[in-house]
């Protein structure tokens, strides 16, 4: 898990590159602008729940599908697929299979962080900065993949403790 994340990061972080080499046009900087605003709609309301961690979910696997088809590389894209199967974590949809993960990657403080990280990406993108999207992009998922492998480690010590 740990190394398929960190080719995702690097792979996605590839991608944003190659987006802010060639920069955006008008249209697919309004699309990611309005991606933003959905993806702020969901925490801009009261309370958090299970319904809108997974609106979350949603919106924020298609904001990462967007960018890597604006990198127009179809080898990219498929490395990138092949480094999200996670049968541990997630099912075929990319959603996670248990409560726990969902609860962990998708808590209101979490999903405000991520918001910011994609927020800085499209700042970055909008200002034909490859390297410092790449970064960002590369650090928002190493985020995730770090966040996932402390659960993961806790989950370990659970249970060898009550062996």
């Given amino acids: 898990m740990y190394d398929a994340f960190s080719v995702r990061a690097t792979l996605e972080g590839m991608g944003c590159r190659i987006v802010g080499e060639r920069g955006l046009d008008g249209p697919a900087l309004e699309r990611l ?6 993806q702020h709609e ?18 924020n696997l298609e904001f990462h599908r967007k960018l890597l088809a604006l990198a ?8 990138v697929r092949r480094a999200c199967q996670l049968p541990i974590i997630f ?15 998708y ?13 800085q990406i499209v ?11 790449e970064a960002v992009m590369r650090e928002h998922i190493i985020a995730n993949r770090d966040l996932l492998v402390r659960y993961l480690g806790q989950q370990n010590g659970r249970v060898r403790a009550l062996a």
């Fill in 33 to 38: 602008v309005a991606m933003l605003a959905e």
């Fill in 107 to 119: 808590q209101r403080g979490q999903v405000e962080q991520a918001l910011k990280e994609h927020r």
């Fill in 91 to 105: 099912d075929s949809n990319l959603r996670p299979h248990n409560r726990d993960a969902s609860t962990l990657l």
């Fill in 72 to 79: 127009d590389n179809r080898w990219l894209a498929e490395a």
């Fill in 42 to 59: 969901v925490l801009r309301a009261d309370g958090w729940s299970d319904e809108r961690a997974m609106r979350w979910h949603d919106l």
């Fill in 123 to 133: 700042e970055s993108l909008s200002r034909q900065e490859a390297g410092e999207a």
